[in-house]
Structures are given as structure tokens and as C-alpha cells.
């Protein structure tokens, strides 16, 4: 009579029924986390590539001068670093560039003076479009 009576108790009750709740709840948050760390597409790492010198040497003009419009930074910043190492090396290059300060489209000085400036902070760049500029 003991046992029974205490098993009747609405205490008892009570407390039963919430420790079987937040059993069920914790539960339930465990087979949740575990079932969505397994669904988790992991994102897979880009591969690096690198640009050639033959392919860098393989781009005309035409071509630098749409990738200097291209809306993504990066392709901008690679180009202007092309345009800076045919402008170290190559005089029509810098002829074009200082052509094209002079024009009166000022998206197109600025593409110049960018490259100019990508030239000018490399120091054998700057070397030689000083001697370049005093000739």
C-alpha cells in the first residue's frame, strides 16, 4: 500500500511528467543536431590557378583594357599587374599608357594612370619609366 500510494501522488505525477518532457525535448534537440551535422554539405576549397606567362603574353590590348573594366577586383588588379610588367619592359606599352593620360575620357585616364601607378611601385619599374619619362 505504501508504493501504490506514493506512485499516486499528484507530486509524483507531476514531477514525472516533467522530467519525461525534458527527456523528450533534450532528446529530440540531439537526433535534430546530429541528423543536420550529417546533412551539412561542406563547401569544397577552389583550386589555385595561376596565369601562365605564355598565356599572359598571349593578351592584346584590346583584351587588357576590357579585363581593366571587369567588375570583379581581382581580375582589375591581376590585369593592371600585366599592363605594369609589359610597361616595365615593352616602350609602346608605356607610349600607350602616356597616351592614355592625355585623352579626355576619364574612365580611360584613370585606367592609365593606374597602371602607371601599379609601375611606379615596382622599383626596377619605376627605374625604368623614370628613364623612360627623362628621355
Known sequence: ????????????VAVSFGIATVSCIAA??????????KAEIQPTQPKTQYITQ????????????TLLQHYNFSIRDTTLRIVAGRAVN???AIDHLLW????????????????????????MGFVHVFLLFIR
Open 90 to 92: 615593352d616602350n609602346s
Open 1 to 12: 500500500m505504501g508504493f501504490f500510494s506514493f506512485m499516486r501522488d499528484e507530486r509524483f
Open 54 to 65: 605564355a598565356t599572359e603574353d598571349s593578351l592584346k590590348l584590346s583584351t587588357l583594357n
Open 28 to 37: 529530440m534537440r540531439a537526433i535534430l543536431l546530429h541528423s543536420r551535422d
Open 100 to 123: 592614355g593620360i592625355t585623352r579626355e575620357d576619364y574612365e580611360e585616364r584613370m585606367q592609365s594612370l593606374r597602371a602607371i601607378t601599379f609601375a611606379l611601385e615596382d622599383s
